[in-house]
Every structure is written in C-alpha cells, then in structure tokens.
C-alpha cells in the first residue's frame, strides 16, 4: 500500500509537469511559433555545452536549499513562507562575517561564515515558530512580513553603512574566501555538494530517525500528538530553526559561491519559488531536489530559447506556474477519502491476485 501511495505522488507530479509543458506548446502555437522548435532551444541553453550544463547547477543550487527548507516546516505541519527572509538574513551575516569581521583568510574563514548564515537563518525562522507557537499568530503573516524586513534591511546595509565606494553594493567576499569551483571552466562550486549533503540529511533525519517520525506525527495530527505527550510547542519552533537554517546557509553558499557581495535584486523569487518546488515534489527532499533541477532548466533555458526561436521568456514563467497548479490540484485530489478508498480497494485486488 506504501509503494502504490509513492507511485501515486511520483505519478501526480510528472503529470502534472507533463500537462504544463503540454499548455505551454499550446501557448507558443497560439502566439504562432513552434512549439517543437522553442522547446529545443530551450532544452539546448540547458544541456547544450559544458558551460551550459554548468549554469543549470548554479541555478539549482540555492533552489535545492529554499525547497528543502519548505519541506522540512511543512512536515511539522507548519507553512514557512519566511523562507526568502531567512534566505537573505543568512547572506548579510555570511558577507558581514566574511568581509568585516573575520580577520584571517582562507577555509576557515569559508567555514564561519556559511556557520554564520545558517546561524542568522535559523534565528530568523525562529521568530514566526515562537509567535506560532506561544501566540496564536499566523506564520504565514508573520513570515512575509519578516520577508520585507529582511529586504529592507539588507537594502539600508548595501546602500548605507557597508556601502562601497559611493555604489549600492557591500565589498566583495575576497578570492580566499570563496567557495572552490569544481568543474571548471564553468561557475558551480562547493555550494552544489553542501546542497546535496543537505539534501540527503533531510531526508534521512525525516524518515529514518526518530525526531524525524515526531515531527511528522505533529504535522499529520497536533491534537493526538499533544494526547501522546509529545512537545508540539516545542517541535514547531524547532521545525522553525531547522528550516531557517536551511535557508540561511542556502544564503550564504549563493553569497560565497555565486554573487560574493549584497546588492539589489539579491534572493529576489528564491522563497517562494522554494515553497512552490515543495508542493510539487510531494513534500519528499529527493522529489524536491528533482523539481529544483527542472526549474533551473527552465530558467537556464528561457534565455536560449527566447533568442533562438524569438518566444517570450515569459513564457517559462507561465509553464512553472501552470505546473504549481497542476501539481496542488492533482495533490488534492489524491488527498480525497474517496480517492483513496479507491487505490486502497485496487491494492487490496493486486494483493488478492
């Protein structure tokens, strides 16, 4: 019954990727191009060379972090969408550290910092969890709203205090520093290891351990949890610290990896794009770190095929957002009693048979 459930959810996905990618050839045949030919540019600008494949791992990087962190709040039943926040507060202190603080060079350095963010980060998350918890409030409120604090105050730092040489931008982290290229020439760094580290720690403290099973049992049923003795107070906050630091470090590897310095438009879109990747990969780190390779080709090849085959790149936007829907809708469907005594009545007949 377990393996039909997880068939199920993998099924809902892929379909639910498949029919978007279906609307969007609609939407390019509607505009007159060819949907074949604009797909194969896409698909090129992503796999097509070296440097190419290169940047579809740049990409997928800090979305590996923000989906891991959705995933990991939403397993305790909690709705992080301070992810974006908790993102950019990882990547202020990392730089801060990193570039001020810090008074020696090299791996060290390196090391404290991405501490340092995933410091900032859980610190961050654990605001929305403690009012959750302690006050009743919503945390999917208090978390956008924390969303634009963080980007305002990361705004006031670039453009005020640690502002460099009269441009809205803080100084570089310097080359020591940096997280190591490792597929040269292209850009993907360390960061991409750390993410699948993470990745894969998620993965196994959720479903192979037993803090992983209580926090699950607390998202499926707060009430019979509370019943059983289990600490929900306690399990939402630290579902908050988790998923922030998670967050925060995606932070801080995207700072010391990719951008090396605070400016505008820094995180923009990783939140909520984070969220979105969850739903769709079922709420499971591995179907996540899937639907987060998938965006990031899309992203990658957005720009190929909107100069090879002359659609508008806003297009990908619509297709993602199409999957986000598909996805949720199909979601909810397999959630229904009716559904489900439906494949519990057909597993009992593969059983029988």
Not at 138 to 164: D, H, Q, R
Not at 201 to 221: C, D, E, I
Not at 318 to 327: S, T
Request: aromatic share 10%; hydrophobic share 55%; with cysteine.
């Amino acid at each position: 019954m377990k393996i039909a459930r997880t068939l199920i959810r993998i099924g809902v996905s892929v379909f639910s990727i498949l029919l978007a990618m279906a609307t969007g050839a609609i939407l390019i045949l509607v505009i007159g191009k060819d949907p074949v030919v604009a797909y194969g540019y896409l698909f090129r600008g992503a796999f097509g060379s070296l440097p190419s494949i290169g940047e579809t791992i740049v990409k997928v990087t800090p979305l590996i972090f923000t989906g891991l962190a959705a995933v990991f709040s939403y397993q305790c039943g909690m709705l992080n969408l301070g992810i974006e926040g908790q993102f950019i507060a990882g990547a202020i202190v990392s730089n801060w550290l990193s570039t001020l603080v810090i008074p020696f060079s090299g791996p060290a350095n390196t090391i404290l910092s991405l501490l340092g963010g995933m410091i900032a980060g859980a610190l961050w998350g654990a605001i929305p969890g403690f009012l959750k918890a302690y006050r009743g409030l919503n945390e999917m409120i208090v978390g956008i709203l924390l969303n634009y604090i963080a980007l305002l105050f990361m705004s006031y730092l670039f453009a005020g205090p640690l502002m460099e040489a009269n441009i809205p931008q803080t100084a570089a982290v310097e080359q020591a520093d940096r997280l190591a290229r490792i597929l040269p020439p292209t850009r993907v760094h360390l960061g991409i290891v750390i993410a699948l580290a993470t990745l894969i720690f998620v993965y196994y403290f959720l479903y192979y351990t037993s803090g992983g099973f209580r926090l699950r049992v607390v998202g499926s049923n707060p009430i019979a949890a509370r019943v059983n003795g289990l600490p929900v107070k306690r399990m939402t906050i630290l579902s908050f610290l988790a998923s922030g630091a998670i967050a925060g470090l995606g932070g801080a590897v995207e700072i010391l990896g990719v951008s090396y310095r605070l400016m505008g438009g820094f995180g923009a879109g990783f939140g909520f794009d984070g969220v979105a990747i969850a739903l769709i990969g079922q709420l499971n780190p591995i179907g996540t770190g899937f639907v987060a390779y998938l965006f990031a080709v899309l992203r990658v090849g957005a720009n190929t095929m909107q100069v090879g085959a002359g659609i508008p790149s806003a297009i990908v936007d619509v297709v993602q957002a199409i999957i986000i829907i598909f996805a949720v809708a199909a979601t909810g469907l397999v959630s229904l009693p009716e559904f489900q005594k439906f494949t519990a009545r057909f597993a009992k007949k593969e059983k029988g048979a």
